[in-house]
Nanobody, 123 residues
């Protein structure tokens, strides 16, 4: 069984900072966590990629957040973080954590999502 639990969202003024965390709770030893990432969905818009990070630390991020957001992870804790600085009102959205887990028995990769955490940036 796999569960992703996000924390750290909230209300912040423009120019402020927030740090999101996502813990992946994995029952059993058959799964290994590959890529973890953050996506966001603003009202009336499609869900979009924010940033991803591989188990080896290779990162990828959207152009809109480069230089402001930093993704990191602690493999020992199965946790991924998103440090968000210089926040803008257009960053307001529900932020979702996701993780790709590989079944070591079959090689099949499954994608899991957290429940989402609201980030609101006031102007």
């Amino acid at each position: 069984q796999v569960q992703l639990v996000e924390s750290g969202g909230g209300l912040v003024q423009a120019g402020g900072s927030l740090r999101l965390s996502c813990l992946a709770s994995v029952t059993g030893s058959i799964f290994s966590i590959n890529v973890m990432g953050w996506y966001r969905q603003a009202p009336g818009k499609q869900r979009e990629l924010v940033a991803t990070i591989t188990s080896g630390g290779i990162t990828n991020s959207a152009d809109s957040v480069k230089g402001r957001f930093t993704i990191s992870r602690d493999n020992a804790k199965n946790t991924v973080y998103l440090q968000m600085n210089s926040l803008k009102p257009e960053d307001t959205a529900v932020y979702y954590c996701n993780a790709d887990l590989r079944d070591s028995r079959t090689g099949v990769v499954f994608r899991y999502w957290g429940q989402g955490t609201q980030v609101t940036v006031s102007s």
